[in-house]
């Protein structure tokens, strides 16, 4: 059951092929589904287009319980892309789960990998500075790190890296886990009759729990990301 | 315990920074992408339904009070017509009356202008009459005193002078 991954050194950039190749799928996905949805567009909406403006105005929603939406309107589609992106990198490893070509694991969740969810991560923190320091001026957003008292400062240090951390770490390990488990069980489906009449109803049951969390990890990031960015651009806070 | 062999020989390991790279360029060109495609032309839709509805709101509205103004005018104008039928109707009793009062007078004129000429007729009739008598009473008087007298008198004679005679007679009585 070792694996390894599909790594490929370009200079002194070294690519996971398999990561690259199931970012490339999800985008490809989610491009499908949206510019499916969004043909044909009608005042009177029907069939994928109420659910594409269910998306918009669901991203709306969580924008709006962040921030006014003056604010927050220059985030929309970062949200719903976001929103739409996770959530289908979440839910790609669960019907294929470890397909291996060659001893290297080519489909999984690329979300199930650390280095994208971080890379997202510190995406929305570097967008948040931006807006900061764009939105309230270098002094206004600066002098947010000594505040309330100045020794604050070193706590505020960690805070902007627990953040990043925190937001990327939680998804990862939220997926991680959820494949670990699904990897488990198929080895045990994998192992003999009784074991695939044992790992039948749990497998189940967890693919369905894995649904679940794929949505509930892509709200939690769409909504975290709002919250940080609404933390760092509007003076209220 | 390593689970990580299980699933997920990818990742952890070490750390890739072309993976880093494909994660946001994917990720921003995903994004423009759908902004140009999919997003921008759904936002535009729903920004244009917006105003179609505040649009159709704002006519709506304008429509109750272009009604309400209508039926304002059709209120007063109603109540005009009727203020105008009920002087109408009034002018047109009083008229009524005036001819009727009119034509009564003109009636009761004509009546006795009738009755008058029908007086006077009666005296000149009666006055006819009266004469008439004379003239015969005067003729047997010369009658009777010609058969009395046994003599012939000319009429004409005799009738002058009883005529005269009644005539003082009359004024006698």
Known sequence: MDHGAPELTIGFLTFNLSTVLMLVV??????LIAFIATRNLKLKPTGMQNFMEWVMDFVKGIIQSNMDWKTGGRFHILGITLIMFIAVANLLGLPFSGIIVGGDLWWKSPTADPTVTLTLAAMVMVLATYYGIKMRGTGNYFRTFVQPMSFMFPLKI???FANTLTLGLRLYGNIYAGEILLGLLAGMAGSGAVGFIGAIIPTMAWQGFSIFIGFIQAFIFTMLTMVYLSHKVSADH | MNLDYLVLGAGAHNFNGGDVIATLVIFIVLMALLKKFAWGPLMGIMQQRE???ASEIDAAENARKESAKLLEEQRS???EARTEAQTIIESAKKQGEVQRDEIITAARAEAN?????AV?????EKEKAIAAVREEVVSLSVLAASKVLGKEISEEDNSALIKETIA??????
């Open chain 2, 113 to 117: 202008r009738l009755k008058e000429s």
């Open chain 2, 51 to 53: 105003e179609l509805v």
């Open chain 2, 120 to 124: 006077r007729e009666i005296e000149t």
């Open chain 1, 26 to 31: 999800t985008a490809a996905i989610v491009f």
């Open chain 2, 168 to 173: 003082k007679a009359g004024e006698a009585k």
């Open chain 1, 158 to 160: 960690v805070e902007e």
């Open chain 2, 77 to 79: 104008l109603l109540k």
